[in-house]
Protein backbone atom coordinates (compact mmCIF):
# COMPACT_ATOMS: atom_id res chain seq x y z
CA UNK A 1 0.00 0.00 0.00
CA UNK A 2 3.28 2.38 0.28
CA UNK A 3 3.47 2.67 -3.21
CA UNK A 4 0.52 2.06 -4.85
CA UNK A 5 0.83 2.97 -8.34
CA UNK A 6 -2.82 2.21 -9.73
CA UNK A 7 -3.71 1.47 -13.94
CA UNK A 8 -5.06 4.93 -14.84
CA UNK A 9 -1.70 6.92 -14.74
CA UNK A 10 -0.91 9.87 -16.23
CA UNK A 11 1.81 12.00 -16.92
CA UNK A 12 0.45 14.25 -14.69
CA UNK A 13 0.14 11.58 -11.62
CA UNK A 14 3.65 11.56 -11.98
CA UNK A 15 5.37 11.65 -8.38
CA UNK A 16 8.97 13.84 -7.89
CA UNK A 17 11.48 11.90 -6.31
CA UNK A 18 11.46 14.40 -3.69
CA UNK A 19 8.09 14.40 -2.64
CA UNK A 20 7.82 10.17 -3.38
CA UNK A 21 10.68 10.18 -0.68
CA UNK A 22 8.41 12.69 1.98
CA UNK A 23 5.69 10.57 1.33
CA UNK A 24 7.45 7.62 2.22
CA UNK A 25 8.93 8.84 5.47
CA UNK A 26 4.60 9.79 6.20
CA UNK A 27 3.62 6.76 5.23
CA UNK A 28 6.64 4.91 7.11
CA UNK A 29 5.43 7.11 10.56
CA UNK A 30 2.00 6.08 10.19
CA UNK A 31 2.44 2.70 9.58
CA UNK A 32 5.10 2.48 12.60
CA UNK A 33 2.05 4.48 14.51
CA UNK A 34 -0.14 1.74 13.58
CA UNK A 35 2.14 -1.01 14.81
CA UNK A 36 3.09 -2.72 11.23
CA UNK A 37 6.40 -4.20 10.85
CA UNK A 38 7.30 -2.71 7.70
CA UNK A 39 5.80 -0.71 5.10
CA UNK A 40 5.79 -2.94 2.46
CA UNK A 41 2.76 -3.95 2.05
CA UNK A 42 0.65 -5.73 -1.03
CA UNK A 43 -0.59 -3.39 -2.80
CA UNK A 44 -4.14 -3.81 -5.18
CA UNK A 45 -3.99 -3.24 -8.65
CA UNK A 46 -6.83 -1.28 -9.65
CA UNK A 47 -8.19 -4.27 -11.49
CA UNK A 48 -8.28 -5.79 -8.12
CA UNK A 49 -4.66 -8.53 -9.36
CA UNK A 50 -1.83 -8.51 -6.37
CA UNK A 51 0.59 -6.50 -7.01
CA UNK A 52 2.64 -7.28 -4.36
CA UNK A 53 6.34 -6.87 -5.61
CA UNK A 54 8.98 -10.11 -5.60
CA UNK A 55 11.73 -9.90 -3.72
CA UNK A 56 15.27 -7.98 -4.90
CA UNK A 57 16.59 -11.72 -4.60
CA UNK A 58 14.46 -13.06 -7.00
CA UNK A 59 14.19 -10.26 -9.31
CA UNK A 60 18.00 -10.40 -9.67
CA UNK A 61 18.39 -14.40 -9.63
CA UNK A 62 16.17 -15.05 -12.54
CA UNK A 63 16.77 -13.03 -15.49
CA UNK A 64 16.98 -13.58 -19.52
CA UNK A 65 20.20 -11.42 -20.24
CA UNK A 66 20.94 -13.77 -23.34
CA UNK A 67 24.38 -11.38 -23.87
CA UNK A 68 26.10 -13.35 -20.41
CA UNK A 69 24.55 -17.31 -20.95
CA UNK A 70 20.92 -18.69 -21.39
CA UNK A 71 20.53 -20.07 -18.41
CA UNK A 72 18.11 -17.79 -15.60
CA UNK A 73 20.95 -17.61 -13.20
CA UNK A 74 23.75 -16.59 -15.92
CA UNK A 75 23.47 -12.70 -15.56
CA UNK A 76 23.48 -13.09 -11.66
CA UNK A 77 26.83 -14.95 -12.39
CA UNK A 78 28.82 -12.71 -15.37
CA UNK A 79 27.35 -9.38 -15.67
CA UNK A 80 29.25 -8.29 -12.89
CA UNK A 81 31.75 -8.11 -16.11
CA UNK A 82 29.86 -5.54 -17.47
CA UNK A 83 31.31 -1.85 -17.07
CA UNK A 84 28.81 0.54 -16.63
CA UNK A 85 30.40 3.98 -15.28
CA UNK A 86 31.24 5.70 -17.53
CA UNK A 87 28.23 4.88 -19.48
CA UNK A 88 26.92 6.94 -23.16
CA UNK A 89 23.84 7.23 -25.09
CA UNK A 90 23.75 8.04 -28.68
CA UNK A 91 20.74 9.51 -29.74
CA UNK A 92 20.31 9.74 -33.18
CA UNK A 93 18.24 9.75 -36.37
CA UNK A 94 15.09 11.96 -36.88
CA UNK A 95 15.68 14.42 -33.50
CA UNK A 96 16.70 18.02 -33.25
CA UNK A 97 19.18 17.30 -30.89
CA UNK A 98 21.62 14.06 -32.23
CA UNK A 99 24.35 13.56 -30.00
CA UNK A 100 26.23 11.49 -27.39
CA UNK A 101 24.14 11.79 -23.70
CA UNK A 102 26.02 11.37 -20.50
CA UNK A 103 23.91 8.64 -18.51
CA UNK A 104 24.48 10.89 -15.44
CA UNK A 105 23.42 13.75 -17.43
CA UNK A 106 20.58 12.71 -18.61
CA UNK A 107 19.58 11.62 -14.82
CA UNK A 108 19.94 14.98 -13.55
CA UNK A 109 17.17 16.51 -16.12
CA UNK A 110 14.82 13.77 -15.06
CA UNK A 111 12.54 12.92 -12.76
CA UNK A 112 13.05 9.71 -10.75
CA UNK A 113 9.52 8.13 -10.06
CA UNK A 114 8.42 4.70 -8.85
CA UNK A 115 6.48 2.31 -11.09
CA UNK A 116 5.41 -1.00 -9.24
CA UNK A 117 4.71 -3.33 -12.82
CA UNK A 118 3.67 -6.80 -13.42
CA UNK A 119 6.18 -7.96 -16.40
CA UNK A 120 5.16 -11.15 -18.11
CA UNK A 121 8.38 -12.68 -20.11
CA UNK A 122 7.27 -14.54 -23.31
CA UNK A 123 8.08 -18.15 -21.70
CA UNK A 124 4.97 -17.80 -19.60
CA UNK A 125 6.70 -16.86 -16.40
CA UNK A 126 5.76 -13.22 -14.57
CA UNK A 127 7.08 -10.83 -11.95
CA UNK A 128 5.74 -7.86 -10.80
CA UNK A 129 8.87 -5.52 -9.94
CA UNK A 130 8.91 -2.32 -8.96
CA UNK A 131 10.89 -0.19 -10.62
CA UNK A 132 12.56 3.39 -10.74
CA UNK A 133 12.53 5.37 -13.90
CA UNK A 134 11.54 8.30 -15.84
CA UNK A 135 9.20 7.88 -18.91
CA UNK A 136 10.80 7.40 -22.14
CA UNK A 137 8.71 10.27 -23.40
CA UNK A 138 10.80 12.66 -21.24
CA UNK A 139 14.20 11.71 -22.67
CA UNK A 140 12.89 11.68 -26.36
CA UNK A 141 11.85 15.59 -25.62
CA UNK A 142 15.28 16.13 -24.47
CA UNK A 143 16.68 15.49 -27.92
CA UNK A 144 13.54 16.41 -29.42
CA UNK A 145 11.40 14.33 -31.78
CA UNK A 146 11.47 15.87 -35.31
CA UNK A 147 8.09 15.45 -37.85
CA UNK A 148 8.67 12.51 -39.71
CA UNK A 149 9.76 10.42 -36.92
CA UNK A 150 7.34 6.85 -36.56
CA UNK A 151 9.28 4.66 -34.91
CA UNK A 152 11.70 4.32 -32.31
CA UNK A 153 14.90 1.80 -32.36
CA UNK A 154 17.29 0.65 -29.35
CA UNK A 155 20.40 -0.96 -29.20
CA UNK A 156 22.26 -3.13 -26.16
CA UNK A 157 25.75 -2.69 -25.78
CA UNK A 158 27.88 -5.38 -27.31
CA UNK A 159 30.85 -5.89 -25.69
CA UNK A 160 32.67 -9.25 -26.47
CA UNK A 161 35.47 -8.87 -23.56
CA UNK A 162 32.38 -8.76 -21.12
CA UNK A 163 29.84 -10.81 -22.13
CA UNK A 164 30.74 -13.83 -22.44
CA UNK A 165 27.20 -15.01 -24.34
CA UNK A 166 27.89 -12.97 -27.46
CA UNK A 167 30.22 -15.58 -28.48
CA UNK A 168 27.16 -17.73 -28.98
CA UNK A 169 25.37 -16.85 -32.10
CA UNK A 170 21.53 -17.39 -30.16
CA UNK A 171 20.41 -13.87 -31.61
CA UNK A 172 22.31 -11.49 -34.52
CA UNK A 173 24.18 -9.39 -31.66
CA UNK A 174 23.65 -6.46 -30.89
CA UNK A 175 20.24 -7.02 -29.37
CA UNK A 176 18.16 -4.36 -30.65
CA UNK A 177 14.41 -3.42 -30.16
CA UNK A 178 11.59 -0.78 -31.33
CA UNK A 179 8.16 0.71 -30.74
CA UNK A 180 6.44 2.88 -32.80
CA UNK A 181 6.84 6.34 -31.75
CA UNK A 182 3.18 6.48 -30.30
CA UNK A 183 3.60 3.26 -27.95
CA UNK A 184 7.20 4.96 -26.91
CA UNK A 185 5.59 7.59 -25.85
CA UNK A 186 2.99 6.15 -23.76
CA UNK A 187 3.18 7.04 -20.43
CA UNK A 188 3.21 3.58 -19.22
CA UNK A 189 6.42 3.53 -21.15
CA UNK A 190 9.67 4.06 -18.61
CA UNK A 191 13.60 3.56 -18.86
CA UNK A 192 14.39 2.02 -15.55
CA UNK A 193 17.56 3.03 -13.61
CA UNK A 194 16.97 1.14 -10.96
CA UNK A 195 14.64 -1.36 -8.55
CA UNK A 196 13.49 -1.39 -4.98
CA UNK A 197 15.19 2.48 -4.97
CA UNK A 198 18.87 0.71 -5.60
CA UNK A 199 20.64 1.63 -8.80
CA UNK A 200 19.39 -1.81 -11.08
CA UNK A 201 21.34 -4.38 -11.20
CA UNK A 202 24.00 -5.16 -14.13
CA UNK A 203 22.21 -8.53 -14.48
CA UNK A 204 18.68 -6.61 -14.85
CA UNK A 205 20.20 -4.09 -17.56
CA UNK A 206 22.62 -1.46 -15.59
CA UNK A 207 23.14 1.29 -15.85
CA UNK A 208 19.43 2.38 -18.24
CA UNK A 209 16.46 -0.31 -19.86
CA UNK A 210 13.48 -0.18 -21.03
CA UNK A 211 10.72 -0.96 -19.52
CA UNK A 212 7.18 -1.69 -21.82
CA UNK A 213 4.41 -2.95 -18.95
CA UNK A 214 2.17 -4.72 -21.58
CA UNK A 215 4.72 -6.29 -24.07
CA UNK A 216 6.32 -9.87 -23.31
CA UNK A 217 9.21 -8.75 -21.67
CA UNK A 218 12.02 -9.05 -24.44
CA UNK A 219 10.57 -5.79 -26.15
CA UNK A 220 12.53 -4.34 -22.98
CA UNK A 221 15.98 -4.24 -24.18
CA UNK A 222 18.43 -4.14 -21.42
CA UNK A 223 21.76 -1.98 -21.24
CA UNK A 224 20.74 0.45 -23.99
CA UNK A 225 23.56 2.21 -25.52
CA UNK A 226 22.27 3.82 -29.18
CA UNK A 227 18.55 5.13 -29.45
CA UNK A 228 17.45 6.28 -32.90
CA UNK A 229 14.13 7.99 -34.63
CA UNK A 230 13.31 6.58 -37.84
CA UNK A 231 10.62 7.01 -40.50
CA UNK A 232 10.56 2.63 -41.05
CA UNK A 233 9.54 0.07 -38.77
CA UNK A 234 13.25 -0.94 -37.02
CA UNK A 235 14.39 -4.69 -36.96
CA UNK A 236 13.98 -6.52 -33.52
CA UNK A 237 16.18 -9.45 -32.57
CA UNK A 238 13.83 -12.07 -31.75
CA UNK A 239 11.71 -11.50 -34.76
CA UNK A 240 15.24 -11.36 -36.97
CA UNK A 241 15.88 -14.74 -35.12
CA UNK A 242 12.48 -16.40 -35.44
CA UNK A 243 10.15 -14.42 -37.56
CA UNK A 244 7.24 -17.14 -36.99
CA UNK A 245 7.29 -17.07 -33.28
CA UNK A 246 7.78 -13.54 -32.78
CA UNK A 247 6.82 -10.43 -34.49
CA UNK A 248 7.25 -6.89 -34.22
CA UNK A 249 4.24 -5.90 -31.70
CA UNK A 250 4.68 -9.03 -29.10
CA UNK A 251 1.49 -7.75 -26.72
CA UNK A 252 0.77 -9.45 -23.84
CA UNK A 253 -2.13 -11.79 -25.37
CA UNK A 254 -3.82 -14.87 -23.70
CA UNK A 255 -5.84 -15.30 -26.57
CA UNK A 256 -2.41 -16.06 -28.95
CA UNK A 257 -0.81 -18.64 -28.11
CA UNK A 258 3.24 -19.09 -29.05
CA UNK A 259 3.18 -21.88 -31.86
CA UNK A 260 5.00 -24.34 -29.02
CA UNK A 261 3.36 -23.36 -25.83
CA UNK A 262 0.15 -21.79 -24.77
CA UNK A 263 -0.39 -18.09 -23.32
CA UNK A 264 -3.43 -18.14 -21.30
CA UNK A 265 -1.58 -18.33 -18.28
CA UNK A 266 1.56 -18.05 -16.07
CA UNK A 267 3.10 -19.39 -13.37
CA UNK A 268 4.32 -16.29 -10.97
CA UNK A 269 7.80 -16.31 -9.68
CA UNK A 270 8.36 -17.18 -6.05
CA UNK A 271 4.88 -18.76 -5.84
CA UNK A 272 6.48 -22.04 -4.76
CA UNK A 273 7.22 -25.55 -6.46
CA UNK A 274 2.90 -26.04 -6.21
CA UNK A 275 2.27 -22.85 -6.99
CA UNK A 276 -1.27 -22.54 -9.57
CA UNK A 277 -0.99 -20.75 -12.91
CA UNK A 278 -2.95 -17.61 -13.14
CA UNK A 279 -4.49 -16.66 -15.95
CA UNK A 280 -3.14 -14.11 -18.09
CA UNK A 281 -4.47 -10.61 -18.86
CA UNK A 282 -4.82 -8.89 -21.94
CA UNK A 283 -2.18 -6.62 -22.54
CA UNK A 284 -0.60 -7.92 -19.26
CA UNK A 285 -3.47 -5.87 -17.19
CA UNK A 286 -2.88 -2.38 -18.94
CA UNK A 287 -5.81 -2.98 -21.77
CA UNK A 288 -7.86 -0.05 -20.26
CA UNK A 289 -4.98 2.28 -21.13
CA UNK A 290 -3.30 1.16 -24.01
CA UNK A 291 -5.70 -0.88 -26.07
CA UNK A 292 -6.91 2.31 -28.32
CA UNK A 293 -3.51 2.43 -29.40
CA UNK A 294 -4.77 -1.08 -31.40
CA UNK A 295 -8.17 -0.33 -32.32
CA UNK A 296 -8.82 -1.34 -36.01
CA UNK A 297 -5.85 -3.64 -35.90
CA UNK A 298 -5.85 -7.19 -36.30
CA UNK A 299 -3.92 -8.51 -33.33
CA UNK A 300 -3.89 -12.33 -34.64
CA UNK A 301 -2.58 -11.45 -37.73
CA UNK A 302 0.24 -8.28 -36.20
CA UNK A 303 1.77 -10.31 -33.53
N1 LIG B 1 19.93 -6.90 -24.22
C1 LIG B 1 19.02 -7.78 -23.78
N2 LIG B 1 17.85 -7.33 -23.31
C2 LIG B 1 16.92 -8.21 -22.86
C3 LIG B 1 17.14 -9.60 -22.94
C4 LIG B 1 18.40 -10.05 -23.45
O1 LIG B 1 18.69 -11.26 -23.54
N3 LIG B 1 19.30 -9.11 -23.86
N4 LIG B 1 16.16 -10.51 -22.53
C5 LIG B 1 14.79 -9.99 -22.56
C6 LIG B 1 13.84 -10.92 -21.96
S1 LIG B 1 13.41 -12.28 -22.86
C7 LIG B 1 13.24 -10.66 -20.76
S2 LIG B 1 12.01 -11.68 -20.15
C8 LIG B 1 13.68 -9.52 -19.92
C9 LIG B 1 14.11 -10.04 -18.57
O2 LIG B 1 14.36 -8.98 -17.70
P1 LIG B 1 14.85 -9.31 -16.22
O3 LIG B 1 15.92 -10.37 -16.33
O4 LIG B 1 15.37 -8.02 -15.68
O5 LIG B 1 13.65 -9.81 -15.46
O6 LIG B 1 14.77 -8.79 -20.50
C10 LIG B 1 14.68 -8.62 -21.90
N5 LIG B 1 15.73 -7.74 -22.36
MO1 LIG C 1 11.44 -13.02 -21.94
Redesign the pocket.
Known amino acids: MAHRWNNTLTRADTTPYAAYLNRRQVIAGLAAGAGLGSIAGPALAADGGDLTPNTWDE??N??????FGTRKDD?AKYAHLLTTTPWQIEIDGLVDRPGTYDFQTILSEMTIEERIYR?R???AWS?V?PWNGFELADLLDLAGVQEGAKYVAFE??LRPDEMP?VQYPV?DW??V?GLRLDEALHPLTIMATGIYDRPIAK???API??VVPWK????????IVRITLTESEPPT??NKANPREYGFYSNVNPDVDHPRWSQASERQIGGGLFSKRVPTLMFNGYAEEVAPMYAGMDLNAQF
Open positions: ITYCNFYEPFCVEMITAGIPYEQNGRLYGFKSIKSAW
